[in-house]
């Protein structure tokens, strides 16, 4: 799934209820959608919460946060990749 993901994408964060809490879940949720995620992270490293770290395309981005709010996540918040311009010299 590496080589789909050229534009970087964007960080999204969910908090779950429980640390066992399956990331199959968010799964479901985006799969009917054809919303592609990859998970890189869940834990409590961001948060002091439970939570999952997944990449999603910059263009989803705003479906997926819903999406996940719609089936009962409320603590979601996402960070976009941005590439610096380089410069020439």
Known sequence: MTAGWRDGGAFVVVSLEREDEPV?????????LGIPIEVVGRGRQLR???????????HRVAEAILALE?????????????DSPTTGE
């Open 48 to 58: 002091r919460t439970p939570s999952v770290v997944f990449r999603v395309p910059h």
């Open 70 to 82: 719609l089936q009962g996540f409320p603590d979601v918040f996402a960070y976009q990749i941005v």
């Open 24 to 32: 199959s879940k968010i799964m479901e949720i985006f799969e009917p």
